[in-house]
């Protein structure tokens, strides 16, 4: 099985957008790891981003889980990395930029003869003083959009430390993921949304907004 948490598994499929709010980033490792295992054994590209130890503690489990980490490398299947520069612009986060670095790395991909690609990044060490839970949300309501809708092939695995976000963002976030990972349970979400109206809904509020409204009066604003 592509995903397995505490004992709990399921098969993902090509375009899948997923989210896993942790609160410690011990959580994560076992999750991201299989995910990624997996894709190593079907011929996929995998990706990882991460501050060092997360990457480092992805390598061991992986090598736990039997993969030959130094081979996969090698062979440019798995990439670890906790480089933020290629993911931001100018040091500061911007959506789309995050979401074509995405579409890249498919189209690299499929020149190079794999079946598809992995990815998991840590987005809250990722955007940590460089976004706005509107520019957060903005992206994960594109990706899934692109990638949910369009089937693309690409299973993607969004870290996020809920304890580090303001509780409104936690909400918008749980909306956009048909697939959560919450503890120790996986979640098919029943009150998903369809991400491209609610990307419509950003972009809307965003130019109805005045200089002096934040992200979180957003955020507020069309929970209301």
Not at 11 to 27: A, F, V
Not at 177 to 187: D, F, N
Request: aromatic share 8%; hydrophobic share 35%.
């Amino acid at each position: 099985m592509d995903l397995s948490v505490e004992g709990n598994s399921t098969r993902i499929p090509p375009g899948s957008h997923i989210c896993q709010l942790y609160n410690k980033i011990e959580e994560t490792k076992s999750v991201a790891a299989r995910l990624l295992y997996v894709g190593l054994t079907s011929s996929e590209r995998c990706l990882f981003v991460g501050s060092p130890s997360s990457c480092q503690d992805i390598e061991e489990a992986l090598e736990k889980l039997g993969a030959d980490v130094a081979e996969a490398k090698e062979r440019d299947q798995l990439r670890l990395t906790s480089d933020r520069e290629p993911f931001l612009i100018g040091k500061r986060f911007d959506p789309y930029h995050l979401l074509s670095t995405h579409n890249t790395f498919i189209a690299q991909a499929h020149r190079d003869g794999w079946h598809g690609v992995r990815i998991s990044i840590d987005m809250t060490w990722l955007t940590r003083d460089v976004a706005t839970p509107e520019q957060i949300l903005k992206y994960e309501a594109a990706s899934d959009a692109v990638f949910t809708f369009q089937n693309a092939p690409i299973i993607a695995l969004m870290l996020y430390d809920y304890s580090k976000l303001p509780g409104a963002l936690v909400v918008e976030l749980l909306k956009l993921h048909p697939i959560a990972v919450v503890g120790k349970y996986i979640k098919r979400n029943p009150y998903y949304l369809n991400s491209e109206q609610y990307l419509l809904k950003i972009l809307r509020a965003n130019r109805e907004r005045t200089p002096n409204n934040d992200g979180q009066d957003g955020l507020q604003r069309r929970r209301g």
